[in-house]
């Protein structure tokens, strides 16, 4: 099939970025040999800056294969940016579709009609602390699948340190080098003629992914992890630590609170103690001086009795 014209608006889009990214960047991009001249395909991409898309934008355009990009359904409706959407060409995703592959309706008529379609299959950009690509969704995949287009593996490397992922403010001096390298198709024949499960757009996924990621370690010269960054894993790892870490200051605060609880109960049981000991000496202190009064009350009384057996005996004296 020819090529799509490349019109009016990708070429005012052209006029308005080009130079910006030619004083911005420096370039070193690599096969480019690898882009279909004619018929529809799907580039897959990574994704590691906000300015990543209108960097490689500027190497497909220099191919002569403008790529078409997915956007939410919404950016196309009204104003200058849904008349710019439209114009250039960039392709709608209907997320609020029940039907995952209504969804990507829009993508499978482009890439029929002989256009490039320009997915990001990680879906956002990476959250891989050392900028590798992450697991990814399905929706290349199942485009590709629908279709049995080509599938190019594209590397980018060099916009995310112009401007960083998830940064405010670029970091343009030194000034940076944009490197891309575009592979081979990738090959998905054995995935043909099946039913497309969930497993079988995870695995076709993860080789479509496996391909980027080895032309990333061809630009960046060092192997990328055996094991691709996973945010749902590490959401979940995430809310396991904070639980642990919650767990670990409750029993923390229950052991401190049983101390003090022990710390109380011995100390009444040490003034429980004590006043029983005070009030055994003030029973034993009562005791002595009751004995003491009972001996001297029966002292007296002995002594009374003494005193009358002696007049007793004076009178019986003086009555002789």
Known sequence: MPRRRIG?????????????????????????????????????????????????????????RVPRFLAKSGLFKEGFVGAAMRGTGQIPVYRESTDALSAFRAAIDAVERGECVAFYPEGTLTRDPDGWPMTAKTGAARVALQTRCPVIPVAQWGANELLPPYARKPDILPRKTHRVLAGPPVDLTRFYGHEMTPELLKEATEVIMAAITAQLEEIRGEKAPETPYDPRRERIEQRRRTQAEVGAETAAE????????????????????????????????????????????GHAQTSHAQTGHAQTSHEGENSK
Not at 264 to 275: E, I, P
Not at 285 to 290: F, L, N, P, R, V
Request: glycine share 8%.
């Open 8 to 64: 009016f608006w990708y070429r005012f889009a052209a006029v308005l970025c080009k130079p910006w990214l030619v004083v911005l960047i420096k370039r070193d991009w690599h096969g480019m040999e690898h882009i279909p001249a004619e018929g529809g395909f799907i580039t897959a991409v990574n994704h590691n800056s906000h300015v990543d898309p209108f960097a490689y934008a500027h190497f497909q355009y220099n191919s002569g």
């Open 254 to 297: 229950a052991g401190a609170d049983t101390r003090a609880e022990i710390n109380g109960t011995a100390s009444g049981h040490a003034q429980t103690g004590r006043a029983q000991t005070g009030h055994a000496q003030t029973s034993n202190a009562q005791t002595s001086h009751a004995q003491t009064s009972h001996a001297q009350t």
